[in-house]
T-cell receptor, first 113, second 112 residues
Framework: GESVGLHLPTLSVQEGDNSIINCAYS??????FIWYKQESGKGPQFIID?????DKRQGQRVTVLLNKTVKHLSLQIAATQPGDSAVYFCAENNYSGTYKYIFGTGTRLKVLA | KAGVTQTPRYLIKTRGQQVTLSCSPISGHRSVSWYQQTPGQGLQFLFE???????NKGNFPGRFSGRQFSNSRSEMNVSTLELGDSALYLC???????????FGPGTRLTVT
């Protein structure tokens, strides 16, 4: 049968507000996580990473929070700008003999002017 | 430092043909991973090469293969193309398996 396209959750945020994008990861043994931003027609762009020995890491306008207890990752974008409109993915680095990245399905961020 | 480059950027092939895509990683990066991205399935892992050896493989048929050269450049090949192989093929490089992974712009493959 015909496959159904992924329905990406969408977060609409007013320009200048803060955005919070969430991700649930699958493996409690995963010890390294990355957030990516993907604009239409481009490859995913590295935003920020965090290792499992940390629960928070800050970059320029972005903060990643890691809650290992509930296997949850979030990306906070401060003062969201129109250029932040994109699909955001989280990726967990999973070791099972060798390292492999597993990606979430993504969240579409729409910034409203 | 130059980023990950992929060639060609766009490709149109017909069913039954084969195709080879190329990826040049960031200088010094030894790990190269390939992914297929489609609207229906999202980002799916194809395989990873490290120091010319395939270290990891996803759940794709044997029509999908790859290799890595001594300069860390990598190629992937898809034989006997099917319509469902139409996708954005992304290459990503990293220093090693558990370091930051950076993506190239992708090759958009259309199979008609």
């Amino acid at each position: 049968g015909e496959s159904v396209g992924l329905h990406l959750p969408t977060l609409s945020v007013q320009e200048g507000d803060n955005s919070i994008i969430n991700c649930a990861y699958s493996n409690s043994a995963s010890d390294y996580f990355i957030w990516y931003k993907q604009e239409s027609g481009k490859g995913p762009q590295f935003i920020i990473d965090i290792r499992s020995n940390m629960d928070k890491r800050q970059g320029q306008r972005v903060t990643v929070l890691l809650n290992k207890t509930v296997k949850h990752l979030s990306l906070q974008i401060a003062a969201t700008q129109p250029g932040d409109s994109a699909v955001y993915f989280c990726a967990e680095n999973n070791y099972s003999g060798t390292y492999k990245y597993i990606f979430g399905t993504g969240t579409r961020l729409k910034v409203l002017a | 430092k130059a980023g990950v480059t992929q060639t060609p950027r766009y490709l149109i092939k017909t069913r039954g043909q084969q195709v080879t895509l190329s990826c040049s990683p960031i200088s010094g990066h030894r790990s190269v991973s390939w992914y297929q991205q489609t609207p229906g399935q999202g980002l799916q892992f194809l395989f990873e090469y490290f120091s010319e050896t395939q270290r990891n493989k996803g759940n794709f048929p044997g029509r999908f293969s790859g290799r890595q050269f001594s300069n860390s450049r990598s190629e992937m090949n898809v034989s006997t193309l099917e319509l469902g192989d139409s996708a954005l093929y992304l290459c990503a490089s990293s220093l090693a398996g558990d370091y930051e992974q950076y993506f190239g712009p992708g090759t958009r493959l259309t199979v008609t």
